[in-house]
């Protein structure tokens, strides 16, 4: 008995004892259409395995019934075959002989085609390449859990600086990777994702720089060396928070500085979590944006064409040394994303939380808008002032628990022993505190800065 006769006969009779009908048959079909029956002229195949819940139809696109029958045949004995691990599917055939890299090209063209960001494309290209050719990947059989851990471990460098890359950047190295082998995985050229395996390393406190905030008086500083276009590029940003990417990719079509609440609406494939995040427009901004709009203009033109560049700092770093304000210091790093972070920031000074507060940012949870705050320029003072006040004894005096005024509490979990009722005259003195305190720490706002 020839092998395929032992596997087709070892899966039906497992079949049977499972009380699992297993079906192949080829058929035309038919439609009831206006009253009237109509009939495919060629033939689908129904199909179901033992390991299948439900049957399957395929169109075999053949008008002769003994033709659709050896199609259907040798399609059960090929599904027959690769489920007792005797055949390979022939998509994972093929994708086990193609050299890597050509496999890579298939994925960069269907990102593009789903509408991902340059940026996105460019890093997942430009990290799968790299680990193919320093882990030494030439075909799928090569990438192993074992091959990028020894990388890993190796310490790779920067091509910019040459420092070793940073605890996340690896992580972004791996889950690039991952992304690759789980596309060919849903495509059915991997049985699984070889990398599913290799566990992420700890980020926390391994970064190798951190992004500062400007204070507002920077901000302002800044916005008004750079003056002309570069100064409405930064100003938008600053009272936006908008991504980089969506900066460069936003058109005039998604700003609307006519209607009667003037607002950018950029499109969804431009933000990072493809969610909507539209931002009304203040009056400075909406003035600064229309200098910058020419009289003649297509929907579809970038607002930014030629002032934002996709990639470099060579701009903002000079518009930074302009403005007398250092790229990094002991706080951290100015580049292009902190004026993210600078946003998010002065947002935070403005006495907003919650779900305000994310939907300036454009973040899902508090713990995202976070990492975005610099803590150094919250007004810790203004919770210092809104706490209560304690008239009890001088530092170093020991009294006994009763004697105390937080020693002893009822079961609300108030005082007992005295009431905290302030005289008016320091409840005058804490709202003029707040109010200085207010008009030191809070943005306020930024004088038109016109092109030219």
Not at 163 to 184: C, E, G, H, I
Not at 283 to 302: I, M
Not at 393 to 420: N, Q
Request: aromatic letters at 8%; proline letters at 5%; charged letters at 30%.
């Amino acid at each position: 008995e020839s092998m395929a006769g032992i596997v087709t006969r070892e899966v039906r009779e497992a079949a049977t004892s499972k009380g699992v009908a297993m079906i192949s048959k080829v058929f035309k079909r038919k439609r009831r259409r206006n009253g009237k029956t109509l009939c495919d002229k060629t033939y689908t195949h129904r199909y179901r395995m033992p390991w299948m819940e439900k049957s399957r139809d395929r169109a075999l696109g053949v008008s002769d019934k003994r033709i659709a029958e050896k199609m259907a045949a040798e399609f059960i004995r090929q599904l027959e075959y690769e489920h007792s691990g005797i055949l390979l599917p022939p998509e994972q055939v093929k994708a086990s002989n193609t050299p890597l890299l050509k496999l890579l090209e298939g994925y960069i063209a269907d990102l593009k085609a789903t509408g991902k960001s340059p940026q996105y494309v460019w890093d997942m290209q430009d990290r799968v390449a790299r680990l193919a050719e320093e882990c030494n990947w030439r075909k799928l059989a090569d990438v192993t859990p074992m091959s990028f851990e020894n990388w890993r471990s190796q310490g790779p460098l920067s091509k910019k600086t040459g420092q070793p890359l940073a605890t996340k950047t690896v992580n972004d190295y791996l889950a690039s990777a991952r992304s690759f082998m789980m596309w060919l995985f849903r495509s059915n050229r991997l049985p699984r994702n070889p990398l599913a395996s290799v566990s992420t390393a700890v980020a926390a406190g391994n970064a190798t720089f951190a992004r500062r905030a400007l204070t507002p008086q920077e901000g302002q500083r800044l916005v008004a060396s750079a003056g002309g276009n570069r100064g409405v590029l930064y100003m938008t940003a600053l009272l936006t928070a908008y991504r980089r990417n969506t900066l460069y990719r936003l058109t005039w079509g998604d700003v609307d500085l006519d209607g009667d609440r003037p607002m950018i609406r950029p499109a969804v494939s431009t933000i990072k979590n493809r969610e909507e995040h539209t931002m009304l427009v203040r009056d400075d901004l909406r003035e600064a944006l229309s200098q910058l709009r020419p009289d003649q203009f297509k929907p579809s033109d970038r607002v930014f064409e030629g002032i934002l560049i996709w990639r470099g700092l060579s701009d903002l770093k000079a518009d930074l040394t302009a403005a007398g304000i250092d790229y990094e210091t002991s706080r951290g790093r100015m580049d292009f994303h902190a004026l993210r972070h600078t946003a998010s920031t002065w947002a935070a000074m403005t006495g907003e939380a919650g779900a305000v507060l994310k939907r300036f940012t454009g973040h899902k949870t508090d713990s995202q808008v976070a990492r975005y705050v610099d803590e150094d320029q919250q007004p810790v003072e203004r919770i210092l002032e809104g706490l209560p006040t304690f008239d009890g004894p001088h530092i170093g005096t020991r009294k006994s628990a009763t004697e105390t005024d937080l020693g002893r509490h009822g079961e609300t979990g108030r005082d007992t022993t005295r009431s905290y009722n302030p005289s008016s005259e320091k409840q005058k003195r804490r709202t003029r505190r707040r109010q200085r305190i207010s008009s030191e720490v809070t943005p306020t706002g930024f004088e038109p800065v016109l092109p030219g």
